[in-house]
Structures are given as C-alpha cells and as structure tokens.
C-alpha cells in the first residue's frame, strides 16, 4: 500500500513540476525537447495507473472505520428525498440567476464608473437588486425546509 502511494506522490509531484516549468519559463526559452511530449504522456499515465491502482488495492484500508452501535436511525423515504431536492431547486436557480444578472450589471457599472464616477452609488444599487435574486431564492428554500 505504502508504495503505491509513495508512485502516486512522485508521479503527483513530477505533474505540478512539469506544470510549473512550462508556465514559468520565459516566452524567448529553447523549445522543449523532442522527449518531453512523451515524458509528460508517461507521467500522466502512470499518474492515472497509480490512481487505479490505489483505488483497486488499497480501498479497503481507505474505507476501512470502526464499527460504531446506532441507536436510532430514521429512514429517509424517497418522498422525504425528493422534498429535500425539491427545497434546495429554489437555491440553485436563483443563484444562477442572480450569476447571470451580475455579469452585465457589473461591466455596465464598471464602463459608467470610468465615464462618471459620481454615479457609484447608484450603480451599488443596480448591482445590490441583482444580487438580491440570491437571497430570495436562500429564503424561500428556507421557508420550504421548515415545512418538511
């Protein structure tokens, strides 16, 4: 177990330092060589082998926990399931939303704030409204799972 973990970290490590030398290195830098495209394909292969591996192995050691006595357990129906979904809706829409409202609303503001910046306030309120699509949809999600 020790070493497919030991495979995993260096193959983990080898990744980020590969990442980061391509990122880092200046634009006017010698091209790579003709045996890194291969290098970094056998890197990321034996990243994703080891991670197989480690989840084919060693899943028992990961999973493995102490059994703890349960008093009492209440079983979740699938109505009960579907209300806890169908209170969280609300939450995600609205959020989305309010994602799609304020991409607009804040380069608007942002392109009127260079032109006259005297209008912040007015355009904190603008944004403030978008925003609040959010909060309406976290109070009607918490209004629904008080009623279940």
């Not at 969280?88 to 959020?95: E, K, N, R, V, W």
């Amino acid at each position: 177990m020790y070493w497919l973990v030991a495979l995993l970290s260096f193959a983990l490590v080898g990744l980020i330092a590969t990442g980061l030398y391509l990122e880092l290195r200046p634009a006017t830098a010698l091209r790579l060589p003709r045996w890194s495209k291969p290098a970094m394909a056998g890197q990321l292969l034996l990243f994703i082998g080891a991670q197989l591996g480690l989840l084919l192995l060693g899943i028992r050691e990961v999973v493995a926990e102490e059994t703890v006595e349960v008093l009492e357990v209440a079983e979740m129906s699938t109505g009960m399931g579907l209300a806890i979904l169908g209170a969280g809706i609300p939450t995600g829409l609205s959020t989305i939303g309010a994602g799609i409202a304020v991409g607009p609303i804040g380069a608007a503001s942002l392109a009127a704030i260079t032109e006259k910046p005297e209008i912040l306030g007015r355009t904190l309120i603008y944004l403030g409204l978008a925003e609040g699509i959010a909060i309406y949809g976290l109070v009607i999600s918490i209004l629904l799972l008080n009623r279940i």
